[in-house]
Each structure stands twice: as C-alpha cells, then as structure tokens.
C-alpha cells in the first residue's frame, strides 16, 4: 500500500459537524432509525493509530478504539494484510459446512493464552452477545440446570437473553420484555459506593445466591472482571475469588464475559488473570480481531463437550476474514508488546485525573485496569450521580474533536479506551482537552 499514514494529531478545519457530515447526519436521520443515533458529530472516512478523519478533512483522536475494538489500532498493517490475503483465497463457505484451518489456529491461540489451566476447546461467533448466549447454553447442557445469575450493574449484551442479564433499563431494556426466564440478579461489589471489603461484598452475594435461587438449580454465575457500562466498576480485591471459589464448591460454573477487558485491555491477556480466578467458560468479543466482527467461547473441554454434535455455530461464526485478522491481532499485541502499552496508559490516565482531582471534588473515583480507565463524576458534598456534567462534558470534548465515551448505570461516568498503541503526546491532548472543558464547566 503506498498511501500516506494518517498524521497522528488532532486537527480542525470546520466546527463538528461540518458542512459534509451535517449533510450525512440529514441522510441517516431519513433512512436509518432514530434508535439508531450516533454520538460523535462526524462521519469517518479513514481511520489508523489514534485518529479518526473525517469526510471534512478534520481528525479527531479517538479515545474509544469504537468501543474497545481497536485496541492495536484501526486498520493494523498486519490485520488488513491478513484480511487482504484471506478475501482473495475465500470469502466465506461456513464453517460447519466445508472447515478451514485457521479456526483451529485461533482456538489453539486461545487455548494457549486464555487463564484456564485444563486443556480447553473454542466455538467462534460473531457478536459478544452470541458469546454469552452461547456460553448460558453450555453452562445449561453441561449443569443439566437451569438457573443464571448475573449482577448488578451488568452489561451483557442487547439480545433477548442478554437483555435479560444486562442490569441497565434505559436504553437498553426499556419496551422490550418480556425477557428470557431464570435469569437472576444479585448484588456484587462496588467499593466506592458500598463501602465493602471483597470479602463482605462476596458473603452478601453468595447470601443471595443461595437464598433467592439455590446452588441445586443455578447452572452459572456470569460477571464481566471489571463491569464496563455499568461504569468500569473493578471489585473489591479478593471479591471475584470467593465467588469462583463458591461456585467450584457447590457445581456451579463460573461464567467470565471478557467481551470488552479481554486481549490486553486491561494490561494483561485477560483481566481474570489479575484477580487470580479461572474460570469454566468466557466470552470473549470485542478486541479480538481488529474491528472485524468476531466473537468466540472458550472453555474447559469437558464443558464444552456436554453439547451434543451440531448444538453450537451458526452460518457466519469464525468468517474465514475475520478469523484471519483475529490472529494477526493477537500476533500484533504479543509482537508490539501491546498489553504493556496498556499499563502505561492507566496510568497516564490515572496520574492526570489523580492531578486533576486536587482541585475538582467532583471527581468522585478514578478507577479501571490498564487501557480501560474511567472517572465518576459527582456532587462532592453528596456523593450524588453528576450524569448531565458528563453528558455535557462528552458532547463538548467531541465537538473539540475528541471521542469520548460515556458508562455509568446512573450515566456519570467518563470512560477511556484508548486504541493501545496510541501515542503518548495524542493520549495527553485528549485529556487536556477534557480537563478545560471540566474547568470550564465548573
Ligand atoms: C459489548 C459487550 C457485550 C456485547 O457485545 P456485542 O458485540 O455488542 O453483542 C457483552 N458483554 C460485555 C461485557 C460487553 O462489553
């Protein structure tokens, strides 16, 4: 390819939107539903490194990799060399029909990296949520049990079943039931707002758990390492390990959604591995492949194995293409030393809002592992949820070409997910920028 990189700095020609993209934002507002609504006030025309360019020529650094996808950056060399090759030899013939070899190299990479010690089998798919369907599927077929419990402030995807696990109403449940049956919900561990040790935080969940659904019926236990919509929530150090170490005790399976702090997100291959857990079965999506959609469950063999022939896949899942950018991924982050980067830029992140924090009380906590860092944003003298502050804040910093997200289950969290590789000065203007608009919205 002989095209020119993409210059790595923020820059403006026309306010967000410009003239084009207003003109596109009147086109999708036509024929794309209102459900459907874009945050970010431009339309990308190309895309590498930690900048998104728009169609009016503006760049804007991207401090969401598109909702942790690209965290080696969008359009890696390796990732469209890969995708390149792949698309010329086969598009597509399904793999339950006609196989192919690289799905067994994946699920071998996966059976090497992943924190489960016995040997493990993958099944690919295609979305997040297709994983964690997947994953309650086999959970019930190997348990013989019915039961699922997931927490509060969960995120598990927007399917029926997923639905039903996700905590959040607005927007994500609301005028959709009725959801699927046996999913529960029991409390988990958010030490800022209750105040609990891990191992407090665990006793009242296994309370629930046990009292509200029982160990006979409940096939697994599901939670994301660090809940990330519900506002990039870490839990209380020791919490994740007593409830593994329950449920290996009363045949439970221990069910981790990776989707978005697996593949170093989070500084390490998966964030299980830094709460000392091992899990039976994750779900894994999301910064897998480089932006190309493929998701995938992994789990001990013997769980796996509890689905009769032909009980798991699906037309798409493992796509020849994005199988093919899903090694070249995993081969970028181990080659560029990806998930150190990540380190790094938690605590870029962390130093600037600690900083910051001295002299805006309203920064209530500063938290999350590696490249997936957040703020909660309150009201100091009440601890009250500041979600118009961050909603504003949000809105602003995009229109000053930053892309920023939003979490929260009260909506006042900033989050940050950087692609990974991005360069330490681009990541530092972008929290610049959001530190005047903070000051100027004091
Ligand atoms: C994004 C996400 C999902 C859903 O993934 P989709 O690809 O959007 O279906 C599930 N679990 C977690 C933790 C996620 O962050």
Request: charge should be negative; include cysteine.
């Amino acid at each position: 390819m002989s095209r020119e990189p993409l210059d790595q700095s923020r820059k403006l020609v026309t306010e967000l939107p410009g003239p084009k993209a207003r003109e596109l934002r009147e086109r999708l507002e036509t024929y794309v539903p209102k459900a459907v609504s874009p945050s970010t006030p431009a339309f990308v025309s190309r895309a590498e490194g930690g900048i998104v360019e728009d169609v009016d020529g503006n760049r804007l650094i991207d401090l969401g990799a598109g909702i942790a996808v690209t965290t080696v950056g969008a359009s890696h060399p390796k990732v469209v060399k890969a995708v390149q090759e792949q698309v010329e030899d086969f598009t597509h013939t399904c793999f339950m029909v006609t196989p192919y070899e690289s799905y067994i190299q994946l699920a071998k990479r996966l059976d090497e990296l992943v924190p489960i010690s016995s040997h493990t089998r993958t099944v690919l798919l295609n979305s997040g949520a297709e994983a964690v369907e997947n994953a309650v599927k086999v959970a019930r077929a190997y348990t013989g049990k019915q039961a699922v419990a997931a927490f509060d402030n969960a995120y598990h995807g927007r399917t029926t079943l997923t639905m039903g696990l996700t905590a959040k109403n607005m927007p994500y449940k609301e005028s959709f039931g009725p959801f699927a049956s046996e999913l529960y919900r029991v409390p988990g561990s958010y030490p800022y707002r209750d105040g609990l040790s891990g191992e407090e935080a665990a006793a009242r969940t296994i309370e629930s758990l046990e009292s509200q659904i029982g160990a006979n019926n409940l096939a697994a236990v599901i939670m994301e390492p660090i809940q990330g919509e519900g506002g990039f929530i870490v839990p209380a150090e020791g919490f994740l390990a007593k409830v593994v170490e329950w449920c290996k005790a009363n045949d439970v399976l221990f069910i981790a959604d990776e989707v978005q702090t697996g593949f170093v997100r989070t500084g390490t291959w998966f964030a299980s591995e830094a709460e000392g857990i091992e899990p039976d079965l994750i779900a894994l999506a999301k910064g897998i492949a480089g932006g190309m959609p493929l998701s995938a469950v992994t789990g001990r063999a013997e769980v796996m194995d509890a689905v009769h022939a032909g009980g798991l896949g699906g037309t798409y899942g493992g796509n020849p293409v994005a199988v093919a950018a899903g090694i070249a991924s995993l081969e970028a982050m181990e080659e560029e030393g990806m998930a150190a980067k990540a380190t790094r830029i938690g605590e870029i992140i962390t130093e600037h809002f600690t900083q910051l924090q001295k002299d805006d009380a309203r920064i209530g906590d500063i938290r999350g592992r590696g490249a997936m860092m957040a703020v909660e944003m309150v009201d100091p003298a009440t601890k009250e949820p500041l979600p118009k502050l961050v909603n504003n804040v949000a809105v602003e910093a995009r229109k000053q070409g930053v892309i920023t997200l939003t979490a929260g289950t009260y909506g006042n969290v900033l989050r940050f997910l950087p692609p990974v590789i991005i360069g330490e000065d681009l990541l530092k203007e972008g929290l610049s920028v959001i530190t005047d608009i903070l000051t100027d919205m004091k």
